[in-house]
């Protein structure tokens, strides 16, 4: 799949996402996606993200970095929102956080197959904490 078709294609998933148009999933996602290294299924995968919604209601993937080199396309995505609970083991509770998630994908067959994800859990942990150590101590 040539560069721009995949950007594409990308851009269109994390809309459908956005959008929680879960009966499209399946045309960006492949039936045997596989997360962290770990096969979850298409089900699997739509069962995370509803599950990421409802945790956090105003859920919004913005794309801030995003670079191609097909089959792979490696995405930094910003989160800035307000989780109702839990997020990340962490007592948010209705706070409103901001942090990144940097993401590996790799296509086959014109849908994701594979996705590992890294989310800077740091970053919400400092700004619970209310100091920038807690955030500097995790990322040595």
């Not at 039936?31 to 409802?54: C, K, P, S």
């Not at 409103?96 to 942990?125: C, L, M, P, W």
Request: aromatic share 12%.
């Amino acid at each position: 799949m040539p560069e721009p078709e995949v950007l594409n294609l990308y851009r269109a998933y994390i809309d459908c996402l956005n959008r929680q148009d879960w009966s499209a999933l399946g045309q960006f996602v492949d039936d045997e996606v596989h997360y962290n290294g770990q096969w979850i299924g298409l089900a699997g995968y739509r069962e995370m993200l509803e599950n990421d919604f409802r945790a956090i209601p105003d859920l919004q993937f913005v794309i801030d970095l995003l670079l191609a080199d097909p089959p792979h396309i490696a995405a930094r995505l910003c989160f800035d929102c307000t989780p109702v609970g839990q997020l990340f083991g962490l007592a948010v509770n209705g706070q409103r956080v901001s942090f990144t998630e940097n993401v590996f994908y790799e296509f086959s067959g014109g849908r994701i197959h594979s996705v590992y994800s890294v989310i800077d859990k740091a970053a919400v942990q400092a700004q619970l904490t209310g100091t920038r150590a807690a955030y500097v101590a995790a990322q040595r």
